[in-house]
């Protein structure tokens, strides 16, 4: 694997640093000028990576969307079956303490409201993002089916779509809240939506 150049390792560190703080203040509560001192880069050197905030913010939603279904497809492609895979992944939702999880850091509770209205680009690379997942959900669920380990749907890319929709759901409860418990709602209904074997 080759080292990235140090351009490239420039970008990076203003994506990583600017997600960090996109993820506590929100896109538009975090100004150009903290992501450059936090990141360490001169404004110079931002506007060589990025036309505009708003390109900034597609870049990080892209590069947030890759690294979140490179995951997923990590999972997915893990030995056991397919009931398995999904479970540990709506296992992930839930950290240790909140913000370990899945809903603690994900950029689809924090940003999907707040950019729908803000840019028209920036919510595109979600919608797809979130498309994208569900599909892959979908691929499992059709995939348990045929295993057995999940029970028959006559709809898995609905039934994908709706669990989706359902965890986004919980996970902005858990964060109205401070507490798990609308995710962990969501973990036994989806159990028993799913699992065969749970009445």
Do not use: H, N
Request: with cysteine; hydrophobic share 40%; net charge negative.
């Amino acid at each position: 694997m080759t080292e990235p150049s140090k351009s490239e390792a420039t970008r990076k560190k203003i994506l990583t640093t600017g997600r960090e703080l996109v993820l506590k203040g929100g896109f538009t509560g975090v100004g150009l000028s903290q992501i450059l001192k936090e990141s360490g880069v001169p404004k110079g050197s931002f506007y060589y990576y990025f036309s505009s905030k708003e390109a900034f913010g597609c870049a990080l939603l892209e590069d947030y969307v890759a690294e979140y279904l490179e995951s997923f497809d990590a999972l997915a492609e893990t030995p056991g079956s397919a009931a398995d895979r999904l479970a540990t992944y709506w296992d992930g939702w839930l950290g240790a303490e909140a913000a370990d999880g899945i809903a603690g850091r994900c950029l689809v509770v924090k940003l999907a409201a707040e950019i729908a209205d803000l840019s028209d680009d920036m919510r595109r690379v979600l919608d797809e993002g979130v498309s994208d997942l569900v599909s892959r959900l979908a691929a499992l669920l059709t995939e348990g089916a045929d295993e057995g380990s999940l029970r028959t749907l006559p709809d898995p890319e609905g039934t994908a779509s709706g669990l989706y929709a359902q965890w986004l759901g919980a996970a902005i409860l858990s964060k109205l809240s401070q507490d798990e418990a609308p995710l962990r709602q969501a973990r036994a209904d989806t159990a028993r939506r799913l699992f065969p074997d749970i009445p």
